[in-house]
Nanobody, 118 residues
């Protein structure tokens, strides 16, 4: 079964921008906290950013000032706006629920590839 669905990845040159989207086919995603993770080839998965149920946000130091996490409750979508992209941002990006008051904890998407060339 598909738990979450990511979209918006692609190939861009350094300095470019992408906006990733995360949706849930079977439940109201924006009732949950959501985190973005990334995993580069040959490396450990790392946490990138989180948005809490009521809107609080956090960022990894490596992306702070360049990435913005947000949500649209009407579209029931969580976004990751990525600006000033660097080759080091190249990775598979996945979203995951953080349950909290939401019924759906630790649900993952399949991932969307982001490739940044120098």
């Amino acid at each position: 079964q598909v738990q979450l669905v990511e979209s918006g990845g692609g190939s861009v040159q350094a300095g470019g921008s992408l906006r990733l989207s995360c949706t849930a086919p079977a439940f109201t995603l924006t009732n949950c906290g959501v985190a973005w993770y990334r995993q580069a080839a040959g490396k450990q998965r790392e946490w990138v950013s989180s948005i809490e149920t009521y809107g609080g946000t956090r960022y990894a130091d490596s992306v702070k000032g360049r990435f913005t996490i947000s949500k649209d409750t009407v579209k029931d979508t969580v976004y990751l706006q990525m600006n000033s992209l660097k080759p080091e941002d190249t990775a598979m990006y996945s979203c995951k629920t953080n349950g909290g008051t939401c019924h759906y904890d630790n649900y993952w998407g399949q991932g969307t590839q982001v490739s940044v060339s120098s």
